[in-house]
């Protein structure tokens, strides 16, 4: 079992920046990534990466934009984001499977522990 926790949402104008953190409880052998929905929306996937290292993985929507990152001491990934845009605007939420499965980073049915969200509002 691991428990995510989700930090750093907000609200900006266009062009600002944020970097939300997911801190988890176990963090060894997972893979994570970055959800968004947005009202009336599907679910995307926006980042995800390995804990064992290794390139991580962008929708094509944030790349140039976005970096996903780890602190594997603290137990924690983070997305920064950059030249934020009104269409960013979502619920964001930070996901987590155990390494050993067929994984496919950016489709959220390849996770299976998910974190409460954290909500980012971009402004135009």
């Known amino acids: 079992q691991v428990h995510l926790v989700e930090s750093g949402g907000g609200s900006v104008q266009a062009g600002g920046s944020l970097r939300l953190s997911c801190v988890a409880s176990?963090?060894?052998?997972?893979?994570v990534g970055w959800f968004r929905r947005a009202p009336g929306k599907e679910r995307e996937g926006v980042a995800a990466?390995?804990?064992?290292?290794?390139?991580?993985y962008y929708a094509d929507s944030v790349k140039g934009r976005f970096t996903i990152s780890q602190d594997n001491a603290k137990n924690t990934v983070y997305l920064q984001m950059d030249s934020l845009k009104p269409e960013d605007t979502a619920m964001y939420y930070c996901?987590?499977?155990?390494?050993?499965?067929?994984?496919?980073?950016?489709?959220?049915?390849?996770?299976?522990?998910w974190g409460q969200g954290t909500q980012v509002t971009v402004s135009s």
């Open positions: 990466l390995s804990s064992g290292g290794g390139s991580p």
């Open positions: 176990a963090y060894s052998n997972v893979y």
């Open positions: 996901a987590a499977r155990s390494v050993g499965s067929y994984w496919i980073p950016l489709r959220a049915s390849s996770y299976n522990y």
